[in-house]
C-alpha cells in the first residue's frame, strides 16, 4: 500500500503543532514492520530526503493572496500523487490537494482534523477575502473525505458540529502522539543560561506561535501576578497579524518594567534548546483559547514539567488535573463564547484563575516535579506514535 501524505509543514519548515504531527507520523509509519510505501509531499524549499517532494509557490501567483498561492500548490501537489493508493492531507492548507487528487486518480482521500477554520474567525485578519476561500477549501475537502481522523475527542465533535453533512461513522479518533526518546528530560544548564534563562531560578515557560488561539496576551497578563522570583519565559514568534504582535510587545514591555527575569526569545529554538528550557522550568503554561489536542503539553509532559492549562478543547483529554498522584498539572476553567472565537465570556476572571492555578504550581516546587514526574509517565503509557501509527493504518484499510 503506497500512502501519499500532504502537508504545509515538513522538516525543515516547521512552525506549529500540526507540523510536528506529520513529521513523527511519517516517521512512525516508516518504522513500521510491513508498514505502508510512505511518501510525503510538502510545501517549500527541495529536501533531500529520500521519498519526499517539495512544491514551491507558482510564480504566477506571486504578490496574490495567501490562499491563492496556497491553491497554487495544491494544483501541483495533486498531480504529484499519481500512482498513490490513498491520500492523506494535514490542514486546510494541504486539503485541496488531497481533495483534488482523490478526484483525478481515483484513490481515497484521508484528512485529519488539526484545527478547523469556522473556529478560527480571527483568521480573517491574517487572510483578508482567502479566510472564505480557506473555509471553502475545508468544508468541500471534508465533507467528499473518505475518513477524517480527529486528533482528540473533542475534535471529532468539533468536526460534527462545524460540518453535519460528514457522516460520523466517517470520523475517527487518533490521539496526537509524542516521541518520549526525543523528548525527556535533559539537565543543561549552559544551555538554558545560553537564552537568557537562570536555571536556578524558578520559571514558566510558554511556546507557541504568537495567534489568538494561544491565548498570549491573556496569559501576559495572568503572569504579572506571579512572586518576583519567577522568571517568565516566551518562546513565542511568527505572529498572525501585525496588530496581535503590537499588542503582545506592549504587553511584555509592561511586565520587564514591573520586575526582572521577563525572556522573549523570538526565532524559533533547535529542540535541543527547547527540551533544556522545559526540562529547567517550574511549570509549563499553555492558555489557549482553542486547542484541538495540545502536542505542546505532550513534549512539556515528556520533559517532566508541570502543565497549567485551559481546560478547553482536547487539553482535558491530555492533561489530569488535581492534587492526586495521577496528576499532571492544573486545568484552568473556562466559559466561552460560542460564536467560533473561543473568547472567554469573562476575561478578568480566566485571568485571575489562570495565575492562581500558575502561583499554586509554582510555589511548592515538590508537589510540581512529582506533576512532572507523573505527566512523563503518561506521555510515554498513553501517547506513543507506534500505537498512534498502528491506528492511523486501520484508518487507511477501512477506506481502501
Same mark, same amino acid.
Given at each position: 500500500?503506497?500512502?501519499?501524505?500532504?502537508?504545509?509543514?515538513?522538516?525543515?519548515?516547521?512552525?506549529?503543532?500540526?507540523?510536528?504531527?506529520?513529521?513523527?507520523?511519517?516517521?512512525?509509519?516508516?518504522?513500521?514492520?510491513?508498514?505502508?510505501?510512505? $511518501? @510525503?509531499?510538502?510545501?517549500?524549499?527541495?529536501?533531500?530526503?529520500?521519498?519526499?517532494?517539495?512544491?514551491?509557490?507558482?510564480?504566477?501567483?506571486?504578490?496574490?493572496?495567501?490562499?491563492?498561492?496556497?491553491?497554487?500548490?495544491?494544483?501541483?501537489?495533486?498531480?504529484?500523487?499519481?500512482?498513490?493508493? &490513498?491520500?492523506?492531507?494535514?490542514?486546510?492548507?494541504?486539503?485541496?490537494?488531497?481533495?483534488?487528487?482523490?478526484?483525478?486518480?481515483?484513490?481515497?482521500?484521508?484528512?485529519?482534523?488539526?484545527?478547523?477554520?469556522?473556529?478560527?474567525?480571527?483568521?480573517?485578519?491574517?487572510?483578508?477575502?482567502?479566510?472564505?476561500?480557506?473555509?471553502?477549501?475545508?468544508?468541500?475537502?471534508?465533507?467528499?473525505?473518505?475518513?477524517?481522523?480527529?486528533?482528540?475527542?473533542?475534535?471529532?465533535?468539533?468536526?460534527?458540529?462545524?460540518?453535519?453533512?460528514?457522516?460520523?461513522?466517517?470520523?475517527?479518533?487518533?490521539?496526537?502522539?509524542?516521541?518520549?526518546?526525543?523528548?525527556?528530560? @535533559?539537565?543543561? =544548564?549552559?544551555?538554558?543560561?545560553?537564552?537568557?534563562?537562570? =536555571?536556578?531560578?524558578?520559571?514558566?515557560?510558554?511556546?507557541?506561535?504568537?495567534?489568538?488561539?494561544?491565548?498570549?496576551?491573556?496569559?501576559?497578563? *495572568?503572569?504579572?501576578?506571579?512572586?518576583?522570583?519567577?522568571?517568565?519565559?516566551?518562546?513565542?514568534?511568527?505572529?498572525?497579524? =501585525?496588530?496581535?504582535? *503590537?499588542?503582545?510587545?506592549?504587553?511584555?514591555?509592561?511586565?520587564?518594567?514591573?520586575?526582572?527575569?521577563?525572556?522573549?526569545?523570538?526565532?524559533? &529554538?533547535?529542540?535541543?534548546? @527547547?527540551?533544556?528550557?522545559?526540562?529547567?522550568?517550574?511549570?509549563?503554561?499553555?492558555?489557549?483559547?482553542?486547542?484541538?489536542?495540545?502536542?505542546?503539553?505532550?513534549?512539556?509532559?515528556?520533559?517532566?514539567?508541570?502543565?497549567?492549562?485551559?481546560?478547553?478543547?482536547?487539553?482535558?483529554?491530555?492533561?489530569?488535573?488535581?492534587?492526586?498522584?495521577?496528576?499532571?498539572?492544573?486545568?484552568?476553567?473556562?466559559?466561552?463564547?460560542?460564536?467560533?472565537?473561543?473568547?472567554?465570556?469573562?476575561?478578568?476572571?480566566?485571568?485571575?484563575?489562570?495565575?492562581?492555578?500558575?502561583?499554586?504550581?509554582?510555589?511548592?516546587?515538590? $508537589?510540581?516535579?512529582?506533576?512532572?514526574?507523573?505527566? $512523563?509517565? $503518561?506521555?510515554?503509557?498513553?501517547?506513543?506514535?507506534?500505537?498512534?501509527?498502528?491506528?492511523?493504518?486501520?484508518?487507511?484499510?477501512?477506506?481502501?
Amino acid at each position: 500500500m503506497r500512502v501519499d501524505v500532504l502537508s504545509k509543514e515538513y522538516p525543515p519548515e516547521i512552525y506549529g503543532g500540526a507540523g510536528v504531527h506529520v513529521a513523527e507520523l511519517v516517521r512512525a509509519l516508516r518504522a513500521m514492520p510491513d508498514g505502508p510505501d510512505t $511518501r @510525503v509531499h510538502a510545501f517549500g524549499a527541495p529536501r533531500e530526503e529520500p521519498g519526499t517532494s517539495s512544491y514551491a509557490d507558482l510564480g504566477e501567483l506571486a504578490g496574490a493572496n495567501p490562499a491563492l498561492r496556497t491553491l497554487g500548490v495544491d494544483l501541483a501537489i495533486a498531480q504529484g500523487c499519481a500512482g498513490s493508493d &490513498l491520500v492523506h492531507s494535514h490542514t486546510w492548507y494541504a486539503n485541496m490537494a488531497g481533495h483534488l487528487a482523490s478526484l483525478l486518480h481515483g484513490v481515497p482521500h484521508v484528512v485529519s482534523a488539526h484545527s478547523l477554520e469556522p473556529l478560527r474567525p480571527w483568521k480573517a485578519e491574517q487572510l483578508g477575502g482567502g479566510y472564505a476561500l480557506s473555509s471553502w477549501v475545508e468544508r468541500t475537502s471534508y465533507e467528499a473525505a473518505a475518513a477524517v481522523i480527529a486528533v482528540s475527542a473533542a475534535m471529532r465533535e468539533d468536526v460534527l458540529r462545524s460540518y453535519p453533512a460528514v457522516d460520523p461513522d466517517r470520523v475517527h479518533t487518533v490521539h496526537n502522539g509524542i516521541d518520549t526518546d526525543l523528548w525527556s528530560p @535533559v539537565h543543561a =544548564p549552559d544551555r538554558v543560561r545560553a537564552q537568557g534563562v537562570d =536555571p536556578d531560578r524558578p520559571s514558566v515557560v510558554f511556546v507557541g506561535r504568537i495567534t489568538r488561539q494561544k491565548g498570549l496576551p491573556l496569559f501576559l497578563r *495572568a503572569v504579572a501576578q506571579l512572586p518576583p522570583e519567577v522568571q517568565i519565559v516566551l518562546c513565542a514568534g511568527a505572529p498572525d497579524t =501585525p496588530e496581535i504582535q *503590537a499588542e503582545v510587545e506592549t504587553l511584555v514591555a509592561g511586565l520587564a518594567a514591573e520586575r526582572d527575569g521577563v525572556v522573549w526569545i523570538r526565532e524559533m &529554538l533547535p529542540r535541543a534548546d @527547547v527540551v533544556a528550557l522545559l526540562s529547567a522550568a517550574t511549570a509549563f503554561a499553555c492558555p489557549s483559547i482553542y486547542e484541538p489536542l495540545g502536542i505542546v503539553n505532550l513534549e512539556a509532559m515528556a520533559c517532566e514539567t508541570a502543565v497549567v492549562a485551559t481546560a478547553t478543547g482536547g487539553i482535558p483529554e491530555v492533561v489530569v488535573d488535581g492534587a492526586g498522584p495521577d496528576a499532571t498539572g492544573r486545568l484552568v476553567p473556562i466559559e466561552q463564547a460560542t460564536d467560533g472565537t473561543g473568547t472567554p465570556l469573562d476575561p478578568d476572571r480566566y485571568v485571575a484563575d489562570f495565575a492562581a492555578a500558575l502561583v499554586e504550581v509554582v510555589s511548592d516546587p515538590d $508537589r510540581a516535579a512529582a506533576m512532572g514526574r507523573a505527566g $512523563r509517565q $503518561r506521555a510515554i503509557e498513553s501517547f506513543s506514535w507506534g500505537a498512534i501509527a498502528a491506528r492511523t493504518v486501520e484508518v487507511y484499510r477501512s477506506v481502501l
